[in-house]
């Protein structure tokens, strides 16, 4: 439990969203070596589990400068490897959008960057924000472009995902989005893919990466696409804490230019206003973001609760195959749906029951 208050203090400070270093942090440092290291450790180990170590050693290093301390060695090298990885994992996505996006604008196709890469300028050292794959729209043109991968670059495009098609370029996976969403996986999601298209033909602004031109979403684009992301992961495999930064981020910079009226809209015609609720409770009481430029929402505690005790653990704790480990799978699965789609519980076994059939078929 101290482990996890220091983990949240150290959050705090390493996403720039505090800017005082709470006592407890410098007292932990002054603590005899064993006791420091242990719990160091642990919340190394926490950093690890969500998603996002870099921005935690950030924030250790703001402590490190109000006063003189040391920590285990051995800890230390591998919590600045996880810094040089991330900054690795950001020039070589770099190098990668710089070419992927010169190569299309040679042929007349503009690309879109979402999520992802285009969300690093959002943190106080962008090359620390953990990277996966990079996710691309060509704004209807995926045919012609996935036909220029392969016919001028040999590129192997796969077309077994469903709102997207696949490549590795520089040994990093692309996604090249015909769909924001997974509109087969809920009939809402066609809502919000409906507004993101729209948004995103009309709204965007042009920066320059390397030698490429790329497109940016409007902040709208990105509340609505982060929100409805956020949620179905969360019903799904699950989401970290890095994952919700994004949000919190976003919010901390963008909310004000937000369309919050067509993001309400959505939410409500969807049902996953108590998924929102928990969300913005989160973002303000456990972020500690400010409420002055946030949409006004009513607060849920206990929803608050139950997204933060999802976050912390796994979200697919529950295995094995027999009817008992399938029926407790349902019922975590039901609690967490029921925050964002409001949907009967027959519907629910169904869908989930489908979903993990469609899953052990590609096992």
Known sequence: MEA???FVDLMRLGLGLSEEIPQSLTRLLAREDEEKNRILREV??????????????DGLQKVFTAGHYQM?????????GTCLAAEMAFAAQEKTLSFLAAFYNHYGLEMMLIKGFGLCPLYPQPNHRPLGDIDIWLFGR??????????????????????????TLNGIMVENHYEFLNARSHRTNRLFNEALEKLGREDYRVTQIGRGRVCLPSPTFNAIFLFRHLAQHYMGAGINLRQVSDWVLFLNRDAARVDWNLFSDLVTRSGCQPFFRALMGLSVHFFGLSVSSLPPFERAEAWETQLLEDILSDNAAVRGDSLRDRLARFGHQRRKISLVIQESAPMTFLRTGVQS?????KK
């Not at 040999?154 to 469903?162: A, L, M, P, T, V």
């Not at 059939?357 to 078929?361: I, R």
């Open 44 to 57: 190394f180990r926490l950093s690890m589990e969500q998603g996002f170590p870099s921005i935690l050693y």
């Open 72 to 80: 285990d060695e051995d800890l230390g090298y591998d919590w600045f």
């Open 142 to 167: 995926i045919a012609e472009g996935d036909k220029l991968l392969a016919g001028k670059l040999g590129i192997e495009i796969s077309r077994d995902k469903e709102h997207h098609t696949v490549f």
């Open 357 to 361: 059939l469609k899953y052990s078929l």
């Open 4 to 6: 996890f208050r220091h």
